[in-house]
């Protein structure tokens, strides 16, 4: 696909580390499957990944974790 940040790369498969940040909490998944940009370097996760992401960082958010870094891990 085409970038919508640069318009000028095109988006290919690779991995990226993505930080989620809720009520002073910081989470980071390194590793995450993504299309990255040949150009920029902006990624880009598909629905299924973005919700694991969410549902993993709310768990280690309720478990009263502050900071928390990670290799994502497919299910």
């Given at each position: ?44 996760l598909d629905a ?28």
């Open positions: 696909m085409k970038c919508v940040i640069c318009k000028q790369g095109t988006t290919k498969p690779g991995a990226a580390t993505e930080v989620l940040e809720r009520d002073g909490a910081v989470i980071v998944f390194r590793n995450v499957p993504a299309e990255v940009c040949d150009v920029c370097g902006e990624t880009y299924a990944t973005t919700s694991r992401l969410q549902t993993e960082a709310e768990k280690l958010i309720a478990t009263g974790s502050r900071l928390d870094v990670r290799d994502y891990r497919a299910a």
